[in-house]
């Protein structure tokens, strides 16, 4: 049954996106329905594949990412207000900062993995690894996926023995860095959805506080059962916007209702709750670590886009993972859970916990 929950679960959040899409967006539920079966191929492929290969592959992926990044801000064509995607053709588009932890995960755990108090070069060096694509994401400007992407990449920080220098060195670097952002590269509409946050999105007429309150308004009007697949008014008549996305989760609220809701919300505690165990029983830190680090990544995304389409947490663009339309999305997070299945096939054996 350890080896068989994760495939369960990402069968059972397949069917939730599909049956919803093909609700408030049949034309996508096609589309999605063809990654789904991508995502699945692959992490067969993956989860058979040794997790020496990834480690050995790990410097090269990091390097790759951090020069398609530079590439985008470079001859991107903005989409969306952002320089995020490189277009595939057929209508499909590719964002490689979904890859973002990935590639730093599989670069930085071999050499960072061991606990000791890492020197001066080291420091440095783990730095870089985790503040360049950081850096590049955000001036695309893509604050979501960059806020999810340090957070779940600086866990791997705070399991490192370094001097407290450093660390204000850190901190003051994240809060300059979201300074100069705020300043200089977020766009006035992305301004708006934090701003109109804390005014309160009843007494702002923009919008970003059109979006919540019609997000607000979905999720209220499902009451217990919902309103029946492809009944939803708000979803239906396109008055939630981004209802396939960004709002899917107010969208799946409205037609299945409060059941449906709670649900979904059970299936990533699941999820969530296997890997926190799972993690504290890895017997090698990197392996911990990457489980670890995965973990607060999709329960970091999982909290702000439920948070957001309830109107508890600014709007900020991410996505529900699993649910939402979104190949790149999808891939990534199927690669890393995929990851995780050939650490559990390739460690057996469990030791003590390491978190009380």
């Keep these: 049954m350890r080896l068989k929950l994760i495939p369960l679960i990402l069968l059972s959040f397949g069917a939730f996106s599909l049956i919803t899409l093909s609700s408030v967006s049949p034309d996508l539920s096609q589309r999605q329905l063809v990654f789904w079966f991508i995502s699945f191929f692959l992490f ?28 985008l801000l470079i001859f991107g064509r903005v989409t969306r207000g952002a320089s995020a995607w490189i277009d595939l053709g ?27 108090m890492l020197k001066e070069s080291e420091i440095a060096k783990l730095f870089l690894y985790i503040l360049i694509p950081s850096i590049l994401i955000f001036l695309q400007p893509d604050f979501g996926t960059a806020f999810l992407y340090t ?95 960004d709002f899917i989760f107010a969208s799946l609220a409205e037609e299945s209702g409060l059941v449906g809701s709670l649900i979904i919300i059970s299936l990533y505690g699941i999820l969530f709750m296997f890997l926190l165990i799972e993690s504290n029983r890895m017997k090698e830190n990197k392996f911990f670590l990457f489980t670890f ?59 003590h916990l390491r978190i009380t």
């Design 90 to 116: 057929g209508g499909l588009k590719l964002q490689p900062s979904q890859f973002a932890l990935l590639s730093f995960l599989l670069v930085a755990l071999p050499k960072f993995s061991r606990f000791k």
């Design 293 to 351: 680090s995965i973990l607060v990544y999709l329960f970091v995304q999982v909290l702000i886009n439920i948070g957001m389409n309830m109107g508890l947490l600014p709007i900020t663009g991410v996505t529900l993972p699993f649910v939402s339309y979104g190949g790149s999305s999808l891939l990534s997070s199927v690669i890393l859970l995929a990851i995780i299945q050939r650490i559990l096939i390739e460690n057996p054996n469990r030791k």
């Design 44 to 71: 067969f492929i993956i989860s058979r594949t040794p997790i020496s290969f990834w480690w050995h592959w790990g410097d090269f992926l990091w390097k790759a990412l951090v020069f398609i990044l530079i590439s």
């Design 151 to 245: 957070i779940a990449a600086s866990t791997v920080v705070f399991w490192q023995k370094i001097p407290t220098k450093y660390w204000h060195f850190l901190l003051g670097s994240i809060v300059g860095l979201s300074i100069f952002g705020w300043l200089f590269i977020l766009q006035p509409y992305q301004k708006l959805r934090v701003t109109s946050f804390f005014t309160g999105y009843q007494f702002e007429q923009n919008a970003a506080s059109y979006n919540a309150r019609q997000s607000l308004i979905a999720v209220g009007s499902g009451q217990i059962w919902g309103k029946g697949l492809g009944k939803g008014t708000q979803s239906q008549l396109r008055f939630l916007p981004e209802r396939q996305t």
